[in-house]
């Protein structure tokens, strides 16, 4: 193989008074008093070159530092330490090795320039995605890495907070989508730092934490096809990732200047002085380097044969288990290393909060892809002690067909609950039959963790996430209308337990528009009032909408960026949202950690009783029944509470229990305009009789509050 013109700077065995052996531990970079200190990881490489660039826009590097096997290779690390260097410094790997990609699974090719997996930083003002595919040196279309000083950052004596589980309510947002349009009004759209002009917002809304969608670098100059009208589209999500411990540096308002360690630094610190915690939906099942036909970027180019999933018949060809091209070979002593040490990079350097894993059953999967009973990776997580306050959230499933809700490995993960979106979409809509799945939902799904000895804390709620409609098109489409992701129909969910409340789409007819309010309200009440941890969609707070797109994940345009002018116009829905939150953290019983037991309180209530629209008939067997109500013993000086879910069409009259001296209040009812649709302490309503009429398609909850004429 002929090399390329910038491999012969310099020869093995005559190393300059600057370059020495270094420590292979820890790996990527470390910026000291005299230098920088390198280390990669490759079993299989015979030739290791480090490559630094004067600029980032240099074309070639200025030097090449070749490594030697003798002096600088520890087992399978590769080091150096490089003195008159630091922060700021761009930097590369060339690697050579046997390319056996059917026996071994190895692909070195040493004309490919290589990113460090372990970069802080990365530049990609030159890169080129083909040239990184195929034959070819790539030099001068390559990303680059950043040597980024760590300790150069005041914190101003930031920690993460530590809000227990059950008092989250988790906000799920994309940087960019949050403020890229106009009506943001942030003055870097788009950016980390304008994320920041959004925390005053989410304050008055009341949730305790915001899940941002990938924050760690992907590729998005790819085109993957053309929409209608010739539109480019590109990966927006940011599900493809290829730098996983470097802030995205299209997040970055100057990522020319190195900022990205900062920007990222001050939005953490930001939200952490509101009392708002910081959760990083991360991807480890896969890489943006796809399968055989992808590009070289990193992984591929270092220890192919241990960072993916390779089919052992032919290991040139690459298992999928996540739709993506590849998948990660987590349990693979050196990547559940590389998992473990990003994580805790994460939390220790970055003061992040929590974790939610994309595709997180891709992880249990061992080397032949088979589940494992015992996955290493996950065990090393829910172990760690950097990570032992950390939240740790799974997406329970994979794209290969593993379906891990209720039974995910560890004790501590929470998992999404795909069961509470679907029973509730479909009990809201009016679907029948549905009382006793409903009614598991709101005590915190018991049939779905008690019987491994978890909690309601292990259920993520949620009837909206990136991933699908939003709450606004779930009331307001029957069908998907993707059309602008340029694939014919075919991409995202078909059945979507949806209901457009009479017409398709945007309506000027009042009466649908009134619907749609009242089952947006209705969704809201019943995620905020179940026990677990509720999850909002970024927007929903606002009836934002995507146009009936339920799979926006190419869609970098008004699509998806949410349109705060709708804050100013949907102000009854903001208004029920903030009003719904503050009711589950006033009362103690929907956020309890614990699954309902029948204790008895000082008032001898249960901590709970099933009913229908009679009392104590809640209607376990009926096939049509659209009802149910419960009510909660309070306990601690709480209230005892009445809750009546009415998703029959017509209302209803709902026998209320006696509690000697109290009486029921109205606190909410979701068929009331606003502001009358939930009252504030003080302000609850006296309901009259033993009966309280539920409007048909309603959520009503009561309070029972003492009695001072002793009637």
């Known amino acids: 193989m002929t090399l390329p013109a910038d491999q012969d700077t310099e020869a093995s065995g005559a190393y300059p008074a600057d370059v020495t052996p270094g420590r292979p531990q820890p790996l990527g970079t470390t910026v000291d008093a005299d230098g920088v200190n390198f280390s990669v990881f490759s079993e299989h490489a015979t030739r290791v070159d480090l490559l630094l660039f004067e600029h980032c826009d240099s074309p070639r590097p200025h030097r090449t530092i070749r490594l030697s096997p003798d002096r600088h290779r520890s087992f399978h690390f590769w080091h150096c330490h490089v003195s008159g260097i630091g922060a700021g410094q761009v930097y590369a790997y060339r690697m050579d090795g046997p390319h056996e990609t059917s026996a071994l699974g190895t692909r070195f090719d040493h004309r490919k320039v290589l990113l460090d997996p372990y970069a802080r930083a990365n530049i990609n003002s030159r890169w080129e995605r083909a040239h990184a595919i195929g034959p070819g040196d790539n030099v001068e279309h390559c990303m680059r890495s950043l040597v980024v000083d760590l300790d150069d950052y005041d914190w101003e004596g930031d920690e993460p907070l530590r809000i227990p589980m059950a008092d989250t309510v988790i906000y799920e947002t994309h940087v960019r989508g949050l403020t890229a349009s106009a009506s943001s009004g942030s003055a870097s759209p788009g950016t980390f730092s304008a994320v920041i002009d959004k925390i005053p917002h989410l304050q008055e809304l009341g949730i305790t934490a915001v899940e941002l969608l990938p924050v760690f670098d992907f590729d998005e100059t790819q085109v993957l096809r053309t929409g209608p009208g010739g539109v480019p589209l590109r990966n927006y999500w940011g599900y493809d990732p290829y730098g996983f411990f470097a802030p995205h540096t299209g997040y970055c308002s100057s990522p020319h200047l190195a900022t990205h360690i900062t920007e990222f630094r001050d939005m953490v610190k930001a939200f952490h002085k509101a009392g708002i915690e910081v959760i990083l939906d991360v991807v480890f099942n896969h890489t943006s380097e796809g399968n055989e036909f992808g590009p070289t970027i990193s992984f591929r180019g270092a220890a192919n044969e241990a960072y993916y999933h390779l089919w052992p018949q032919d290991r040139s060809h690459y298992m999928d288990f996540t739709g993506c091209g590849n998948a990660v070979n987590a349990n693979h002593p050196m990547v559940t290393k590389f998992i473990l040490e990003c994580l805790e990079y994460w939390v220790t350097e970055h003061h992040v909060d929590g974790f939610r894993f994309d595709l997180a059953s891709e992880l249990s999967r061992g080397p032949l892809g088979y589940e494992m009973a015992v996955p290493p990776v996950l065990w090393a997580v829910e172990l760690s002690q950097v990570l032992a306050e950390t939240k740790i959230i799974a997406e329970p499933w994979d794209g290969g067909g593993l379906y891990q809700v209720g039974r995910f490995p560890g004790k501590r993960w929470a998992q999404w609950n795909g069961p509470f979106r679907d029973d509730v979409r479909r009990f809201v809509r009016g679907d029948s039959g549905l009382v006793g799945d409903i009614a598991s939902r709101l005590g915190g799904s018991a049939d779905l963790f008690a019987p491994q000895g978890e909690l309601p804390t ?176 309070g306990f601690d000086g709480d209230p005892d509470l009445h809750l009546i879910l009415n998703m029959y069409h017509l209302g209803l009259d709902f026998e209320l229990p006696a509690i000697q001296g109290h009486r029921w209040h109205r606190v909410l009812d979701t068929a009331r305009p606003g502001p009358h649709d939930i009252l504030p302490p003080g302000q609850e309503e006296l309901v009259d009789g033993h009966t309280f009429h539920a409007h048909g398609r309603s959520v009503v909850l009561l309070a029972a509050l003492p009695d001072e004429k002793g009637t």
């Not at 099933?610 to 909660?632: F, I, K, M, N, S």
């Open 458 to 633: 292990n259920s993520i709620n949620f009837v909206t996430c990136h991933d699908g409609f939003t709450l606004n098109d779930l009331v307001s489409y029957d069908e998907k209308h993707n059309h602008a992701n340029g694939e014919a129909g075919a991409d995202g969910a078909s059945e979507n337990h949806s209901w457009n409340c009479g017409a398709e789409g945007p309506s000027d007819d009042p009466a649908v528009e009134r619907l749609r309010l009242r089952q947006t309200k209705n969704l809201l009440a019943v995620l905020m009032l179940s026990r677990g941890v509720p999850m909002l969609l970024a927007g929903d707070e606002f009836r934002n909408g995507q146009n009936g797109n339920n799979n926006a994940y190419c869609q970098d345009s008004p699509t998806s960026w949410l349109d705060w002018s709708q804050a100013k116009k949907e102000k009854e829905t903001l208004a029920f949202t903030q009003g719904a939150i503050q009711l589950r953290k006033r009362y103690r019983a929907f956020r309890e950690p614990h699954f309902f037991s029948e204790h008895l309180n000082s008032r001898h209530q249960p901590d709970i009783t099933w009913h229908g629209t009679q009392l104590d008939r809640p209607g376990w067997e009926d096939t049509y029944a659209r009802v149910l109500a419960c009510t909660y013993g």
